[in-house]
């Protein structure tokens, strides 16, 4: 921990117990702190692979004297040697006030099919370089190290700018190894998400739904080829949703219907709406597609809120045309501010997910933007991005352990 030099030092002691983990070895511990009447300054604790890990830090009353302070730490060796642990200790020399408080908290989150100490290595390197600390490193998957939560704290003058930088560099030098990396600003804001919002076509089901209307009217290669390259950005979204719309007239009504029936849901859809439904978070679908698939999806999935285009149908087939306003990238990011205003949530506890080009705005609105499954092009503007795995990977980055989402299945 470090500190500053502006207040007078004081004694602290530093205990580190290890040893397998068994009920009471804190319990006894903290007892004869107690009974000592010690002042307790810092204390951490974690079990792993069932050994016990404790770290203890108190300072000795002002009127105490060689005598009992040496009587602490004898009956400390004690119980040590009776709950079979191992214990050493430390005596340093602190400083009254601590920086802790001054400087900023991070919360840096890796994600990947595999972390290895090459990728811990790269971001201890950066953070190091940009003068940040380590404070705290947590292992939220389950099985194996797939997903690690770094406490990181800046010095209290850090820049916007030069968060940005630390951002880009983390990006830039974990990218290629295909790990995904967030830095979010620590404090109440990241831990109180209370909106959801998710496109729809290849992120929150696994398919394009124009792609599979115009593989139902003959004209997929067509449609599809346009629906590549409007999502890539390079052509614009509404010019390009109207001639896709126009090449789907004739279709009738049934075959939509069939196609709404069969929505297939993007692995760890499910799981990830019904936590943070059960967590208290609105949810929402706002879709450059087409509601007779939102619809169906907001009343399968009990999401609060769905936005999309209406096809205008003329007895009982497409016209070719759009009903309304498009829901274009701009719009997008309209409706996700209106929802946010309905509920009276801030930006910054807002969550979006995407994966084109057209979602990149919806996604800047948002206090957490990530690109799922996108391009390199979405994913360098987003806040951070999913590269494998299901839509379920997106919890790590609201802190949320493996654990934590198994549990909520369990009766």
Not at 160 to 184: C, K, M, T, Y
């Amino acid at each position: 921990m470090t500190k500053q030099s502006t207040a007078a030092t004081t004694s602290t002691v530093i205990v580190r117990i290890s040893g397998l983990d068994q009920p009471g070895i804190t319990a006894a511990i903290t007892a004869i702190l107690a009974r000592h009447t010690v002042k307790l300054v810092d204390i951490e604790q974690v079990v792993t692979h069932g050994r016990l890990f404790l770290f203890v830090s108190f300072q000795y009353g002002h009127d105490s004297d060689a005598a009992r302070e040496n009587t602490v730490l004898k009956d400390l060796l004690f119980e040590a040697k009776d709950l079979n642990v191992d214990m050493d200790f430390e005596l340093v020399q602190t400083d009254t006030t601590l920086i802790d408080s001054q400087r900023r908290q991070h919360h840096l989150t890796m994600i990947a099919p595999t972390l290895g100490a090459r990728h811990l290595h790269s971001v201890a390197k950066i953070l190091v370089h940009h003068e940040a600390n380590i404070d705290r490193i947590t292992r939220l998957s389950n099985d194996g190290v797939n997903a690690i939560e770094i406490l990181t704290s800046t010095p209290s003058n850090a820049t916007p700018d030069s968060l940005r930088n630390l951002r880009h560099a983390l990006f830039e030098e974990l990218h290629p190894f295909g790990v995904d990396v967030a830095l979010q600003d620590g404090g109440l804001r990241r831990r109180a998400k209370r909106l959801l919002v998710m496109d729809m076509d290849s992120t929150l089901i696994q398919m394009e739904v124009i792609d599979e209307l115009a593989r139902a009217n003959g004209c997929y290669d067509k449609v599809s080829a346009i629906t590549h390259r409007a999502m890539e950005g390079e052509l614009d979204f509404t010019e390009s949703l109207k001639a896709r719309v126009a090449a789907l007239k004739g279709l009738p009504i049934e075959r939509l219907e069939a196609i709404a029936s069969n929505l297939p849901l993007t692995a760890g859809a499910e799981k990830v709406i019904k936590l943070c439904q059960h967590i208290g978070l609105k949810t929402a679908v706002i879709s450059g597609g087409f509601t007779f698939a939102t619809e169906k999806l907001k009343a399968d999935l009990q999401l609060d809120y769905a936005y999309a285009n209406k096809l205008e149908i003329i007895d009982g087939k497409l016209s070719g045309k759009v009903l309304g306003p498009i829901v274009s990238p701009a719009r997008k990011a309209d409706l996700l501010d209106t929802i946010a205003q309905q509920e009276n949530i801030d930006a910054s506890q807002i969550v979006a997910v995407g994966d084109g080009a057209n979602d990149a705005l919806m996604l800047e609105h948002a206090g957490l933007g990530i690109a799922f499954h996108a391009k390199r092009a979405l994913k360098s503007s987003a806040d951070t991005s999913v590269s494998s795995g299901g839509l379920d990977r997106i919890l790590y980055f609201l802190g949320i352990r493996a654990s934590e989402v198994d549990s909520i299945s369990k009766p």
